[in-house]
């Protein structure tokens, strides 16, 4: 099978070097009803693309568009109906999940939404880090010293920025706040020197204050590390912050996809314009544009009939939108959009 997107050299979708992380046609598809008529949730279907190494890809889209079970399908952590996921030139789907080797569990790690519910309420933050440090022996050979482990303790402490490392160490997840609580997650990723971090919308749940220090220290990551990232949000602001390309998901399908700031100048998806319109816009006051997807009809992800799934909100829809799913059209300088109004 044949990715959905071309990375040869002079592509309009990729650089020449080769993705650390690519995503072919994956589908996941959820079994619903009875033993009498069983149906299926499209949750992810046909979705394609890439990360490079030391890049951040986001991926953009309202709840339930298939964002989180998109990561959850590269960690592993639910089997993929159809596609194929390739990290460093290896299929990885070529084994069960409950068979994953430790080494690509060690390379893929993930930083869940919910800081509050990610640590173990009855264990100190030194436990959380200790544990991934002794599975994957990435603090030195079975058996190391203990002041060996803790100075790696304190260093990936350190490293996102809890200071001093000693005194946080010891404290339990009800004696922090949800960004430090964030941070330490962040810190239990690090400990097996992960070449790739999916991040399901973590700042989603923090006070707004605390938001930016952590897509900061995301950034941070990125250049002083070499650490890759799949950013989860439904926000395009922090997208545009943090991402190097933005993909926009809509209904299980992949829509738009390109560098960051070519998106946010010439957004060519009408899903795309629409949450370009709910971004907050001081000089606008409290009037906000209304005239695509005023109706916010839900898509039907439940057996979905042919076609587009956004021509129920979508203002310029057409009778062929209704019964063709479109392809891809590469709107230059990396930028391709799946809508009918740029096809042929």
């Not at 149906?39 to 339930?64: L, T």
């Not at 994957?136 to 990936?156: F, V, Y």
């Not at 009778?319 to 230059?332: A, F, I, K, N, Y």
Request: hydrophobic share 35%.
């Amino acid at each position: 099978m044949e990715p959905a997107h071309s990375f040869e050299p002079g592509s309009p979708h990729g650089a020449q070097e080769k993705p650390l992380l690519e995503v072919r046609h994956l589908s996941k598809h959820f079994p619903v009803g009875n033993l009498l008529k069983t149906r299926f949730v499209h949750a992810v279907e046909d979705v394609s693309f890439s990360v490079q190494r030391g890049k951040v890809v986001a991926i953009v889209g309202e709840s339930g568009s298939g964002k989180s079970t998109t990561v959850r399908l590269i960690a592993r952590l639910l089997p993929a109906t159809a596609g194929e996921i390739y990290f460093q030139g290896s299929n990885v789907l070529k084994s069960e999940p409950r068979r994953v080797s430790l080494a690509y569990r060690r390379k893929v790690q993930m930083i869940f939404q919910d800081p509050f519910s990610s640590l173990n309420a009855v264990h100190t933050v030194r436990h959380h880090l200790e544990r991934p440090l002794s599975i994957h022996h990435t603090a030195g050979p079975a058996g190391a010293a203990r002041s060996k482990l803790d100075g790696r303790i304190d260093e990936l402490l350190a490293t996102v920025g809890l200071h001093p490392p000693e005194e946080y160490a010891c404290r339990y997840p009800h004696q922090l706040s949800g960004g430090q609580r964030q941070r330490v997650a962040i810190a239990r990723a690090l400990a097996v020197n992960p070449e790739l971090i999916l991040a399901d919308e973590p700042i989603s749940m923090l006070d707004v204050s605390i938001r930016i220090g952590i897509l900061n220290l995301m950034q941070q990551l990125k250049e002083a590390h070499g650490i890759s990232f799949v950013y989860i949000t439904h926000d395009l602001a922090s997208a545009r912050y943090i991402g190097d390309q933005i993909m926009v998901m809509y209904a299980g399908h992949m829509v738009e996809g390109g560098d960051s700031e070519e998106i946010m100048r010439s957004p060519g998806h009408p899903y795309t314009q629409l949450l370009l319109s709910a971004v907050p816009d001081p000089r606008a006051g409290l009037r906000t544009q209304r005239d695509i997807g005023s109706r916010g009809e839900v898509p039907v992800l439940i057996d979905p009939p042919p076609g587009c799934p956004f021509t129920a909100r979508c203002p310029k829809v057409t009778d062929v939108c209704r019964g063709v799913m479109p392809g891809e059209t590469s709107l230059g300088h990396g930028h391709w959009v799946r809508c009918h109004l740029y096809g042929s």
